[in-house]
């Protein structure tokens, strides 16, 4: 059972485009919502992280939107560069709990 | 320098020898993870500890065993056992005094394959 699901699969964007990625979660126990990027043979990073009280968070260039009714989050990257390609996770935590539940990923490819 | 680190890089072994794979952390952090990356399947829980002597099952245990006797280091075999061993094989490591986010913070990972 996937507790977490993440689309698109794959993503390819013009330089200086928005790039959209999605997740959505059934359960209403998630408290805290990370997004990892991961570059090609390295481990992931933390990019930017959402709790369900706010319903935006930016930072740069990254903004996360999140709908609680929905049970939906997305990361948008703006004015997306050749550097920004890379593997994008995003994850879920339950209150109480320090294990994450991880979507299955987005290989974003920005195109110069 | 704080961070983890995982060695080696790359590991190749025979089919049915169990394999060590080795985790390391200076952060001071309490709790230790370890995920198996396949593509297309995202990043899965095998094991994780919260304290020293201390560990619990993730969502894809069989076939993996560790130990955790010292705070730094979360070592995981691979047994003869797992069926389908090759993988990157990702530690990572949290605090769980660091507040509400809690991040944790990744290796760079052991790719090990399996001949």
């Known amino acids: 059972q996937q507790q977490v699901k993440q689309s698109p699969q794959s993503l390819i964007v013009q330089k200086g485009g928005i790039s959209i990625i999605n997740c959505a979660y059934e359960?209403?126990?998630?408290?805290?919502f990370p997004w990892y990027q991961q570059f090609p043979g390295k481990g992931p990073a933390l990019l930017i992280a959402i709790r369900p009280d706010v319903s935006e968070k930016k930072e740069g260039r990254f903004t996360i939107s999140f709908n609680k009714s929905a049970k939906q989050f997305s990361l948008h990257i703006m004015d997306s560069q050749p550097g920004d390609s890379a593997t994008y996770f995003c994850a879920a935590r339950r209150s109480g709990y320090s294990t994450l539940t991880f979507g299955k990923g987005t290989m974003l490819l920005v195109s110069p | 320098d704080g961070g983890i680190t995982q060695s080696p890089k790359y590991l190749f072994r025979k089919e049915g020898q169990n394999v060590t794979l080795s985790c390391e952390q200076n952060?001071?952090?309490?709790?230790m993870y370890w995920y198996r990356q396949d593509p297309g399947q995202g990043l899965r829980l095998i094991y994780y500890s919260q304290i020293v002597n201390d560990f619990q099952k993730g969502d894809i245990a069989e076939g993996y065993s560790v130990s955790r006797e010292k705070k730094e280091s979360f070592p995981l075999t691979v047994t003869s056992a797992q069926k389908n061993p090759t993988a990157f094989y990702l530690c990572a490591s949290s605090s769980r005094t660091s507040g509400s986010q809690n991040e944790q913070f990744f290796g760079p990972g052991t790719r090990l394959t399996v001949l």
């Open positions: 952060l001071n952090h309490d709790a």
């Open positions: 359960n209403t126990a998630f408290d805290y």
